[in-house]
C-alpha cells in the first residue's frame, strides 16, 4: 500500500448537484484529507461511471469513491474501470449487484411515497428524439427528499434531474465484493427505504452506521457523514 493519503471523491445523485458536498469537503479539508466532488450525469450507471472512472485515473494515488443516492450505482462501476480505487462509501445510497437495475432494487424495498413525487420532462436528444427525465416536484421536495434541511426550497431549485432510462439500466460488475464497502444510512430517509439500504448493505458485508437523517443526510450532517468518510481513508491508506 502507499502511504499516501487517499483523495476522496464524492459522486452526488439524482436531484442533487456537486454543492450537496460543500459541507462535507469542508469538514474533511479540515481534518487533512483531500477532496473533490465530480459532476455526474445522471444518464446511466455505467455510462455516468465510465466518465468519472476516466477522471479518477487521472489522479494521482489512491482515491476513496463515495456515491450519495443514485451515485452509489455509479461508484460501484466506476471502481470497475480505475484501479486506484481503494474503498467505496456508499451514504444514502443504492449498492446493485451486476445486473440488477435500481427498478429492480425498488420493487424489492418496502413501499414508499417517493415516487408519488417525480415529474417526467420530455428533453430532445442530440438526433432528434425525446428522452424523459425526471425531477422532484418542488412542493414534494422537502418531506420526500430534504426534511432536516433549512435551505431545502434552495435545494429543490438547483436539482438536477435523472434520466428515466438510468432506473431501468442493468449494473456491471459488483466492485463491492473485492473493495472495503462503508456504508451511512439516514434513518429518516423518505427516497431510498432504510430497510432496503440495510439489506443491501448486509449483502455487501459493509461497515455500517446510521445516523439520525433525511436522504440529504451529507447536507444536514456533514460532520458525521466527513468523520465518517475520514475512517474509510484511514482504512485506504494502510
Given at each position: 500500500?502507499?502511504?499516501?493519503?487517499?483523495?476522496?471523491?464524492?459522486?452526488?445523485?439524482?436531484?442533487?448537484?456537486?454543492?450537496?458536498?460543500?459541507?462535507?469537503?469542508?469538514?474533511?479539508?479540515?481534518?487533512?484529507?483531500?477532496?473533490?466532488?465530480?459532476?455526474?450525469?445522471?444518464?446511466?450507471?455505467?455510462?455516468?461511471?465510465?466518465?468519472?472512472?476516466?477522471?479518477?485515473?487521472?489522479?494521482?494515488?489512491?482515491?476513496?469513491?463515495?456515491?450519495?443516492?443514485?451515485?452509489?450505482?455509479?461508484?460501484?462501476?466506476?471502481?470497475?474501470?480505475?484501479?486506484?480505487?481503494?474503498?467505496?462509501?456508499?451514504?444514502?445510497?443504492?449498492?446493485?449487484?451486476?445486473?440488477?437495475?435500481?427498478?429492480?432494487?425498488?420493487?424489492?424495498?418496502?413501499?414508499?411515497?417517493?415516487?408519488?413525487?417525480?415529474?417526467?420532462?420530455?428533453?430532445?436528444?442530440?438526433?432528434?428524439?425525446?428522452?424523459?427525465?425526471?425531477?422532484?416536484?418542488?412542493?414534494?421536495?422537502?418531506?420526500?427528499?430534504?426534511?432536516?434541511?433549512?435551505?431545502?426550497?434552495?435545494?429543490?431549485?438547483?436539482?438536477?434531474?435523472?434520466?428515466?432510462?438510468?432506473?431501468?439500466?442493468?449494473?456491471?460488475?459488483?466492485s463491492w465484493k473485492r473493495l472495503p464497502v462503508y456504508q451511512l444510512?439516514?434513518?429518516?430517509?423518505e427516497a431510498i427505504h432504510p430497510e432496503g439500504q440495510r439489506t443491501?448493505?448486509?449483502?455487501?458485508?459493509?461497515?455500517?452506521?446510521?445516523?439520525?437523517?433525511?436522504?440529504?443526510?451529507?447536507?444536514?450532517?456533514?460532520?458525521?457523514?466527513?468523520?465518517?468518510?475520514?475512517?474509510?481513508?484511514?482504512?485506504?491508506?494502510?
Open positions: 500500500m502507499t502511504d499516501k493519503t487517499p483523495t476522496v471523491v464524492l459522486v452526488h445523485g439524482a436531484f442533487a448537484e456537486n454543492s450537496s458536498w460543500t459541507g462535507v469537503i469542508a469538514e474533511l479539508t479540515s481534518r487533512g484529507i483531500p477532496a473533490v466532488a465530480l459532476s455526474n450525469e445522471l444518464h446511466g450507471a455505467q455510462y455516468d461511471g465510465s466518465r468519472i472512472a476516466a477522471q479518477v485515473r487521472e489522479i494521482d494515488g489512491p482515491v476513496v469513491l463515495v456515491g450519495h443516492s443514485y451515485g452509489g450505482a455509479v461508484i460501484t462501476n466506476v471502481a470497475n474501470a480505475a484501479d486506484n480505487v481503494t474503498a467505496l462509501v456508499y451514504v444514502s445510497a443504492f449498492i446493485p449487484d451486476e445486473g440488477e437495475s435500481l427498478q429492480d432494487l425498488l420493487g424489492s424495498f418496502p413501499a414508499n411515497d417517493f415516487g408519488t413525487g417525480l415529474v417526467p420532462h420530455q428533453l430532445p436528444t442530440g438526433d432528434g428524439g425525446e428522452e424523459t427525465f425526471l425531477s422532484i416536484d418542488p412542493a414534494k421536495f422537502h418531506d420526500l427528499f430534504a426534511a432536516d434541511v433549512a435551505e431545502y426550497d434552495l435545494l429543490a431549485r438547483t436539482q438536477r434531474p435523472i434520466a428515466a432510462a438510468a432506473f431501468e439500466e442493468k449494473s456491471g460488475p459488483a444510512i439516514g434513518s429518516a430517509d443491501m448493505g448486509a449483502r455487501a458485508k459493509a461497515t455500517t452506521i446510521e445516523v439520525d437523517g433525511s436522504h440529504a443526510v451529507a447536507v444536514s450532517q456533514p460532520k458525521a457523514v466527513a468523520a465518517f468518510i475520514a475512517t474509510a481513508v484511514e482504512g485506504g491508506a494502510k
